[in-house]
């Protein structure tokens, strides 16, 4: 049975660091991804990584803050979130896939539950 677990979410101010953990198990995925809805909004795409780590992508608003990285051998993907904003805050989901690797949720079949950040200004 494939099962994602987030960890690491939390309530930190405005310009703190949190780093999120989503640990795979069942299988080893080779893309996986993190996405974020906030109240009212849509999900959207945050940042994902490849197989080997080699590719990573990353939405706008958090290029340069955040960074993805991933264990193959203890089947987890990481996301290092520094310079936090109050607009980070929202529901961090962890989803993972092997056929495509991209910004669509929709190629991901497998999501974790989701960690909340909230961060205060």
């Known amino acids: 049975q494939v099962q994602l677990v987030e960890s690491g979410g939390g309530l930190v101010q405005a310009g703190d660091s949190l780093r999120l953990s989503c640990a795979a198990s069942g299988r080893t995925f080779s893309n996986m991804g993190w996405f974020r809805q906030a109240p009212g909004k849509e999900r959207e795409f945050v940042s994902a990584i490849n197989c080997s780590g080699g590719v990573t992508l990353y939405t706008d608003s958090v290029k340069g803050r955040f960074t993805i990285s991933r264990d193959n051998a203890k089947k987890t993907v990481y996301l290092q979130m520094n310079s936090l904003k109050p607009e980070d805050t929202a529901v961090y989901y962890c989803?993972?896939?092997?056929?495509?690797?991209?910004?669509?949720?929709?190629?991901?079949?497998?999501w974790g539950q989701g960690t909340q950040v909230t961060v205060s200004s």
């Open positions: 989803a993972a896939g092997s056929a495509y690797f991209g910004q669509l949720s929709s190629i991901y079949p497998y």
